[in-house]
């Protein structure tokens, strides 16, 4: 039986593994189709974030691809059936609200191409890394269409305005190289060192307080989404509600007897 945007139900999309303590890695796994992002795949990764969220156990995600794209945007097999109704679905809609608001914190391990929608995915992830043999772009204008998932808003803001333009307008694929000089990626690592150098920032980022990085991410995005008085204000609120936390306190605690602290995720 096949889904109506071509993928075989039961399928298994989205791959699940803890390769760490604290540390869940998910694996875009469509590789023939250079992990498109049809609606399944959209609904299983956002299925796993929903359980992420809720597991005390997870304190980061690792967010990579199967084979030799991280994902080449989105599918346009559905796009040719079903016109703009692909676009404006209520179901794909949710689920990428739903890996927009996830609240831990996310990395990207960019293993191959980021094109359109799988850009934008990217984008919506907290840090970006990226091998060597990674590309990004947004092909889209090539057909006619332009980013539509918030990559004409998230894009200016790590790389700037004009950049983000030529990327737009040409849709012209970037190497990892520029993309690192431009800010779209933190690191770039050799292909064989990009999931575990992500993995090993993940498990450092797991040892923290699972009940204050989400704080720590909440308000860092604030500087994208708020102007600065709104943003300010914001990191005052999260700051004192984030003292009302039992893990704040054994932090304290920690540092003052020099110790190393005993988070509870609480």
Not at 148 to 158: A, I, K
Not at 167 to 179: I, N, P, S, Y
Not at 229 to 251: P, S, W
């Amino acid at each position: 039986m096949t889904a109506a945007d071509g993928n075989p139900t039961g399928d298994t999309l989205v791959l699940a593994a803890r390769p760490a303590a604290g540390v869940l890695l998910l694996t875009l796994n469509r590789p023939e189709k250079l992990n498109a992002l049809s609606k399944q795949l959209l609904s299983q990764l956002a299925d796993h974030l929903r359980q992420a969220e809720v597991d005390g156990a997870v304190g980061c995600v690792v967010l990579t691809g199967a084979g030799r794209a991280f994902a080449a945007g989105a599918d346009i097999s559905d796009m040719l059936v079903r016109g703009a109704a692909s676009y404006a679905d209520p179901e794909r809609l949710e689920n990428w609200r739903r890996i927009e608001a996830f609240a831990k914190p996310i990395i990207a391990a960019v293993n191959g191409y980021a094109l359109g929608g799988g850009l934008e995915l990217a984008l919506l992830c907290d840090i970006i890394l990226a091998s060597e043999a990674a590309r990004f772009g947004t092909p889209e204008i090539k057909i006619g269409s332009f980013p539509g998932d918030g990559g004409t808003q998230r894009l200016p803001r790590l790389v700037g305005r004009s950049f983000a333009m030529q990327m737009v307008l040409t849709g012209e694929m970037v190497g990892a190289d520029l993309a690192e000089r431009k800010g779209l990626v933190s690191e770039v690592a050799a292909p064989d060192r990009l999931l575990p150098r992500a993995l090993e920032i993940a498990g450092q980022i797991a040892a923290k307080s699972v009940a204050i990085t989400p704080y720590a991410k909440r308000a860092v995005r604030a500087a994208d989404e708020c102007g600065l008085a709104e943003g300010l204000a914001l990191e005052h609120r999260l700051t004192l509600e984030a003292f009302a936390k039992d893990d704040r306190i054994e932090g304290l605690r920690a540092f003052a007897e020099k110790r190393e602290p005993v988070f509870r995720g609480c």
